[in-house]
Structure formats: structure tokens, C-alpha cells
């Protein structure tokens, strides 16, 4: 059956939609701001000047109706792009710092751009609904792409782009409070933590999200996936609030149904999960503070660590387990911040890799993590207060080292040769940095 008239109503609406959110003000960008939203033509009959949905839902300008391409596209050479739609490939990607890499690519702190790259940190896309309120929250890079979650309230939003930078794609809006997120071949799965439920939108963004789960009225946090399985974690309350409800939940893929009784603990209050091929590793954000696994197979579950101070984000390698302690104003006394980790076959005690007691700033928080796979490699994570994207050896070696300082960076994940990061705040979106 021929598809065709489905997809174009199903773009029309998105179209729809977008103009909506944008209350029928258009602000005008410059071309050299093109970190497009799938740079669909409002009107496709417009001369000079016309307008196409751009970074952040805002309308960005062409001499000819706005389009983007990373080079090489529409008749351009290798490393030269037409960034304005205007069929003349007049943008250097290897040397414009505007455009490195992609269109719209910009390199921030005055960084310059060549063939590698920008010099320093680069941001690959801003915020949605606006750069003003972006709200970005946590990442997932999948068949380099970065998918993402952005928003506190009822116009939370899904979207992905190009790791190398280029249009962004919104893959669902009028999300609320949508917070954890993952990926993998059959969909794009995320946590609606004001909605209660989990949802599911195909890859490309061609069909409606769905709702696969309701919780009725449990907070839905972390999420995970690979391509036999997706897992959620679920609290019964408020933040650290342990109670009836708190669950890990299951999803075989492709098409099973959602197991809210995998794993069932009244005495614990999940937040964020990380996978390997055996468990479904998480953190207990109660005070009672553990970090524990749960076998894939049978949901049978053992602490990795426990009395921890509110431990907020985890991350594997091989080996090890490793979690951020990121106690939140009120909930944490006299509680320290800290970056941890313990041996999967729990042959150790917990170790500590790096405290506040090391660092030369007032306040640190950590916040979201990340581990590469080298066993002498490093460790990754973001801080909220402090603002800075830091990493460590794995094993605790040596002092912390700042890789990025400003903004105000969130959820983080590693792909190929860099570190990626969502921003809370500020104009919001995904920046990356070589490693």
C-alpha cells in the first residue's frame, strides 16, 4: 500500500505544530545560525528571504528559503556545504568556525575551525522550544546520532542530530517533563517524568510518538535499551522518597509487553540505569543510598554498594561499576558529593575516585556520567553548580582534569574520539569536545 499521502499528512501536522509553538512570530537568523529543525520550507513558494523552521523552532533565512547540508550535498565538493539554499556552495567547512564540520556547527570561546574540527568545544544544535528555555536533560548517541531530552513542563520536547552537527529533527513536542532516554533499532524510548508513562517514536521521526507504558502515578526516570531489550526505572514519591510502586520495569523487544513487576523494591526510590549484557545496573536515590544490579534473566537483584550519599547517575564498563553522590539541597545534611566505583563481580569494597576535598572550587555537584571502555582510560561527568565537564583516570589516578568550563551541562555521553554534553540552561542544546 502506498505510504506516501500518510507521511505528508504526518509532516503537514508537524509543521502545525511547530508554528504553533512558535505563536506565529518568527524570529529572523542569520544563515550563519543554521542548526535547523529538519529545515522544512513554511512556504514553499517563498523568493528571497523565505523562511524554514530553524534552530530552536525560530525561523532562520536564506536568500532562496533556508536548507542545510554537511558537505559534500547538492553538488558541493568535499568540505564545501551551501548553507543558505541558494545552489552556491559557499561555505567552507574546514575553516569557518560558524559552520565547522556542518552547517550551523559553531565553535564556541572563539575556537577556529579546520579539517578536524573546531579547536576547542563545539555546539552542534541549540535548544527547543526556544534557546531561551531549552532545559535539556539527558542523551543517548546512537548510529551517530545524539537523541535528546529537553523541557520541564507540558512543552518538553525529543530530537535528534547529526553527531557531526546539521539539522536538528523534532521527533515529538508537547512532551511533559520527558527526562531519560535511550535507543536502539527499533525506536527512540524516553521517560515522561511529569506524565508518568514511557514512550516510543520511530527513529526517523516519520510516525506519531506513542505512550507503550502508564505508571497511573509513579515518576518514570532512567531509562535504557540495547536490541533485545528496554528497561525503565520507576519511584513511588518525590525525589529519594522510597515507597510501594518503585519498580524496575522490562520491555522485550520488539514488540512485548512492559513488565512493571521484573523487579518490584518498596524499600528503594530508582533513578538512573545503565546496561551490560548480563544486568540492568541502578542507583537507589533514598537514603538509604545503594547501588545494585538485576539480573536480565530472572529480575533477581544484589547492592553493588550501599550507605551512599544520594547517588544520582551510573555508568559501566567491563569491570567496574561506576555512580556520581550528588546530594541536592535538602536532602543531603552534611552529605558529600563524590564520584564512585566498585567491581561488577563484587570481589572489592566500593572506591572513591574523586571528592569535593580535591578540588579547588566552591560547591561542586556531580551530576551525569560516562566511562570509556580502555581499562587505563577515564571516567567523564558533568557539574551543574560549578559549571564544568570533568573527567578522571578510572582508577583514580593523579587530579581531576576540566575539559569545559561554562554553561550549564547535563546529561553526557562518549562517541568516537569525543565527549558529548546536553545543556540545562542558556541557549541549551549539544556541545562536544575532542577527548
Known amino acids: 500500500m502506498n505510504s506516501t499521502p500518510h507521511r505528508s499528512t504526518a509532516l503537514l501536522a508537524r509543521i502545525a505544530a511547530r508554528a504553533a509553538l512558535l505563536g506565529g512570530a ?13 529545515d522544512v520550507s513554511l512556504d514553499p513558494g517563498a523568493g528571497s528571504g ?3 523552521v530553524g534552530q530552536g523552532g525560530q525561523a532562520t533565512v536564506g536568500e532562496s528559503g533556508a536548507s542545510s547540508s554537511g558537505g559534500g550535498s547538492s553538488g558541493c565538493s568535499d ?4 548553507c543558505d539554499g541558494d545552489t552556491v556552495c559557499e561555505v567552507n567547512l574546514h575553516g569557518d568556525p560558524r559552520n565547522c564540520g556542518a552547517c550551523g556547527a559553531v565553535c564556541l570561546d572563539d575556537g577556529t575551525c579546520s579539517e578536524t574540527g573546531c579547536s576547542g568545544a563545539t555546539e552542534i544544535a541549540r535548544g527547543f522550544p526556544t534557546p531561551e528555555d531549552a532545559n535539556g536533560k539527558h542523551l543517548f548517541i ?33 512532551q511533559n517533563a520527558p527526562y531519560g532516554i535511550a535507543v536502539n533499532q527499533h525506536g527512540v524510548f524516553w521517560a515522561n517524568l511529569n506524565a508518568t508513562n514511557l514512550m516510543r517514536v520511530d ?28 528497561f525503565w526505572a520507576q519511584r513511588a514519591g518525590g525525589i529519594g522518597v522510597p515507597g510501594a510502586g518503585s519498580l524496575i520495569g522490562q520491555i522485550t523487544m520488539p ?9 518490584e523494591d518498596d524499600d528503594t ?4 540505569i545503565a546496561l551490560d549484557e548480563e544486568f540492568v545496573y541502578w542507583v537507589d536515590r533514598s537514603a538509604r543510598g545503594t547501588v545494585n544490579r538485576t539480573r536480565r534473566g530472572n529480575g533477581q537483584t544484589e547492592w553493588l554498594a550501599e550507605d551512599q550519599s544520594f547517588p544520582y547517575a551510573i555508568a559501566v564498563d567491563d569491570a567496574y561499576v561506576y555512580w556520581t553522590n550528588s546530594p541536592r539541597s535538602g536532602n543531603g545534611g552534611d552529605a558529600e558529593a563524590a564520584v564512585m566505583r566498585a567491581p561488577k563481580d563484587r570481589a572489592g569494597a566500593p572506591e572513591t575516585l574523586w571528592t569535593p576535598a580535591e578540588d579547588d572550587v566552591a560547591h561542586p555537584s556531580p551530576d551525569c556520567i560516562a566511562v570509556d571502555d580502555a581499562p587505563d582510560g577515564f571516567v567523564y561527568w558533568t557539574d551543574q553548580e560549578t559549571p564544568r565537564v570533568l573527567r578522571k583516570r578510572k582508577d583514580g589516578a593523579g587530579r581531576q582534569q576540566v575539559l569545559y568550563e561554562g554553561g550549564a551541562p547535563r546529561g553526557i555521553a562518549l562517541h568516537g574520539g569525543f565527549v558529548f554534553w546536553v545543556e540545562e540552561q542558556g541557549p541549551g542544546g549539544v556541545r562536544k569536545l575532542p577527548r
Do not use: M
Open 203 to 230: 527513529r526517523a521521526g516519520e510516525e506519531d510518538p506513542k505512550e507503550i507504558f502508564d505508571s497511573s502515578s509513579f515518576a518514570t526516570l532512567g531509562v535504557a535499551a540495547d536490541d533485545r531489550e528496554v
Open 50 to 52: 523565505g523562511a524554514s
Open 269 to 272: 526510590s530508582p533513578h538512573l
Open 142 to 174: 546512537y548510529e551517530d546520532e545524539v537523541y535528546w531530552t529537553a523541557g520541564e513542563g507540558a512543552n518538553g520536547s525529543v530530537q535528534k542530530v547529526p553527531t557531526l552537527g546539521g539539522p536538528v529533527t523534532l521527533l515529538a513536542g508537547g
Open 255 to 263: 514488540g512485548g509487553s512492559p513488565d512493571d513487576e521484573f523487579h
Open 26 to 38: 518568527l524570529a529572523l537568523l542569520g544563515c550563519e545560525a543554521l542548526l535547523g529543525i529538519e
Open 79 to 82: 568540505g564545501w556545504a551551501d
